[in-house]
């Protein structure tokens, strides 16, 4: 019975005796179908690329973890640091000295926040070295800085260059007394992407230290990297409750979390819309079987007369409705997985042709278009897509089988 059941809908379905209208809807639903099926495998492919690049550009620079002195700096970091730097979920640490500072060259001036490192511990916990795009990073000592991409454009600066380190002196009663002018030699510039390159220049730890007058041995923050950057706010919170310091307990959802919310929103919002079409593709079912159980009638009588069970009718119908599904699904599957395959060509091409840019670089921390396709993703939006579309035939598949073959014969 299985068998007729699939006979009797392959015979509908290639039939030339359908109308053109129906066979239009048939045909808009397969199609609507798979659109909704390939832009959403699309969309989904490219929210994976834009988290896995945070992760991996953005997050394997910025630290995850940071405790920030709060009145007074943190003394004797040493020992402190190598004790936090054990906890469970801690793979490394790294002290730091901050500072916001102007710089300028020629008759540029540029505003920038000054972080002082000790490269021995930093390439622990970060890849800054990875964004060197001019110079030497590990050649930073003493009276020499490394900038940010932005801030070497807007500043024209190049590797060799002198640049001037403005550094506010603040008294004890937090007011600015006077400024700190240093003489800096550019030895590499980095190219992370983003406001990070516009904002951020690198010096010694240390000199940083003599230069607003910190005490040896003294630091402003310690920053760690973690083996799970998602528990980064309950590693915070343990870390800080482990230092007798008094401390801003800071992590990256607070400086960048904001990213990767974007990401998460934005993936939840076109999911859902894009299921919304996939929904009213299979809708189109519904009017396809409808109007074919009407134009089917007779035969739907005949075979009911000859003794077909109902159930045979039924699933004859909910096969003729879910092909359409099944080759509106296959066929948006694979032009969404070809076209998350080859995404960021595309995007290439048409900035290169056209000149369409969506990301602005001084914006965002990328400036192409990411895409990671998933196993997990494709398999859920087919599974959904199915699923709709085979809904979608219950209702006209049982109503074919209440066809009365008396009263459609005898009319005919």
Known sequence: MASLSWQLARRYR????????????????????????????????????????????????????ELQAYDAPIANWQPKLQKLSQQPGVVAGAPFIQSEGMLRLGSSVKAASVRGIELAYENQISQLQNFVRVGDLSALSGHQIVLGQGIADDLKAKVGDSVQLLLPMWSEQGELASQKNVSLEVVAIVGIGGQLDYQQVWVDMTALGEWL?????????????????????????????????????LDWFRTQGHLYQDIQMVRSIMYLVLALVIAVACFNIVA??????????GDIAI??????????????????????????????????????????????????????????????????????????????????????????????AFKAAKVQPALVLGQR
Do not use: C
């Open 213 to 249: 007058t910190i005490a040896p041995g003294h630091v402003e923050g310690l920053a760690f990297k973690i083996a799970d950057i998602f528990a980064a706010g309950d590693i915070a919170r343990e870390l800080g409750t482990k230092t007798k310091d008094v401390v801003y307990v």
């Open 14 to 65: 290639h039939t030339q005796n359908s109308s053109a209208f129906i066979r239009f809807i048939s045909a808009s639903s397969t199609w609507g179908i798979g659109l909704g099926v390939a832009i959403l495998l699309l969309a989904l492919s490219v929210m994976n690329g834009f988290e896995a690049a945070l992760k991996n550009k953005l997050l394997s620079v910025i630290p995850h973890v």
């Open 303 to 396: 075979l009911l007369t000859m003794g077909t069970k109902p159930s045979v009718v039924i699933q004859a119908f909910m096969w003729l409705g879910w092909l359409n599904g099944i080759k509106g699904t296959l066929v948006g599957a694979v032009v969404g997985v070809l076209l998350a395959w080859q995404i960021e060509r595309l995007y290439q091409f048409a900035h290169q042709v056209f000149g369409v840019q969506l990301l602005d670089p001084t914006i965002y921390f990328i400036d192409y278009l990411p895409s990671e396709i998933h196993f997990s993703d494709v398999l859920l939006t087919v599974g959904v897509a199915l699923t709709l579309s085979l809904l979608a035939t219950l209702y006209p």
């Open 288 to 297: 396809t079987l409808v109007m074919a159980v009407r134009e089917k009638e």
